[in-house]
């Protein structure tokens, strides 16, 4: 069974620019979380999906977004990049609420020049 | 508010020999999930252990064993037999109740793990 899949791997944009990412859960499952991760803030929360809806939202400013589709894939949108959005972004999945076990992805590493 | 504190930033361990790391928790809530992740150099972090909240057994997983104990909220995690492949960070998080329509984690600031020959 495939694990989850994260495209691209890396990234490097300028200020300013915007940036896509996209997380493949595995099969089945339905719901997917997003994280940052930075050598100051840690793993920090930004969203989670289930069935196309957003069920949660971290505390980031509007120029990170999300959406799910009917295939359960995700992609993730920073606008307007900064410096500090610089990080590993992580997806992660799980069949649905109240199954304990979260699998993540290899993470894409995005560098803000 | 749910937070994780780990409180070794590094942790060095002989070839063959046990380690516990250390995880403590703060949350109101009286059902919850506890995980440990690991996560080599390459970046992705893979699930370890789970325990929930009203396990009465402390989980086990392989190598890998988890020390619940619910009145000092703390979660360590005990490692026996270290191997030099599990020379990585380590990550303790904490799931909201179950039903609570979230599946977000609060992980701690991690541990690094050093596994020395």
């Known amino acids: 069974k495939a694990g989850v899949t994260q495209t691209p791997r890396y990234l490097i944009k300028t200020r300013g620019q915007q940036v896509t990412l996209s997380c493949s859960p595995i099969s089945g499952h339905r719901s997917v979380s997003w994280y940052q991760q930075t050598p100051g803030q840690g793993l920090q929360f930004l969203f989670e999906y289930f069935s196309e809806t957003q069920r949660n939202k971290g505390n980031f400013p509007g120029r990170f977004s999300g959406r799910q589709f009917s295939n359960s894939r995700s992609e993730m949108n920073v606008s307007t990049l900064e410096l500090g959005d610089s990080a590993l972004y992580l997806c992660?999945?799980?069949?649905?609420?109240?199954?304990?076990?979260?699998?993540f992805g290899p993470g894409t590493r995005l560098t803000v020049l | 508010a749910q937070k994780i504190t780990q409180t070794q930033p590094g942790m060095f361990v002989q070839e063959k020999e046990a380690v516990t790391l250390d995880c403590t928790y703060d949350t109101s809530d009286q059902s919850y999930g506890l995980f440990w992740y690991k996560q080599p150099s390459s970046g992705e972090m893979i699930f370890l252990i789970y325990?929930?909240?009203?396990?009465?057994q402390n989980a086990t997983e392989g190598r890998y064993s988890l020390n619940f104990q619910k009145a000092r909220k703390s979660a360590n995690l005990v490692i026996s037999a270290s191997q030099l492949g599990d020379s990585a960070m380590y990550f303790c998080?904490?799931?909201?109740?179950?039903?609570?329509?979230?599946?977000?984690?609060?992980f701690g600031k991690g541990t690094k793990l050093t596994v020395n020959p």
């Open positions: 992660a999945s799980s069949l649905a609420a109240g199954f304990h076990e979260q699998f």
């Open positions: 998080a904490m799931r909201p109740p179950h039903g609570g329509g979230s599946e977000k984690l609060v």
């Open positions: 325990q929930g909240s009203y396990d009465e």
